[in-house]
């Protein structure tokens, strides 16, 4: 059974950090695209974030420059370290796999990102 555990989230500030991490489990983690998605409220989730099986990211324009990703094989776990956050961070984050991801399928439970003074 595919699983996703979501950590890291809270409240902080604009122009603070977070760090998010996402354990999984249930397949073969080292072999998939991983992705990470935010959904605001009253709008779509999105995918901000991919990383390939060795590593190699893409990240949506609106995170670039200032979110990094990256993953730890060895432990099943996707990171996102964020800085430089702004309100329309503000979300509910998600770690999927990408070819699930795109059908709209698998979802864990999210981690809640507040960014606000």
């Known amino acids: 059974q595919v699983q996703f555990v979501e950590s890291g989230g809270g409240l902080v500030q604009p122009g603070g950090s977070l760090r998010l991490s996402c354990a999984a489990s249930?397949?073969?983690?080292?072999?998939?695209?991983m992705g990470w998605y935010r959904q605001a409220p009253g709008k779509q989730r999105d995918l901000v974030a991919s990383l390939t099986p060795i590593g190699i990211t893409v990240y949506a324009d609106s995170v670039k420059g200032r979110f990094a990703a990256s993953r730890d094989n060895g432990k099943n776990t996707v990171y996102l370290q964020m800085s430089s956050l702004k309100p329309e961070d503000t979300a509910v984050y998600y770690c999927n796999r990408v070819i699930d991801g795109s059908r709209g399928i698998g979802w864990g439970q999210g981690t809640q990102v507040t960014v606000s003074s």
């Open positions: 249930g397949f073969r983690f080292s072999i998939y695209n």
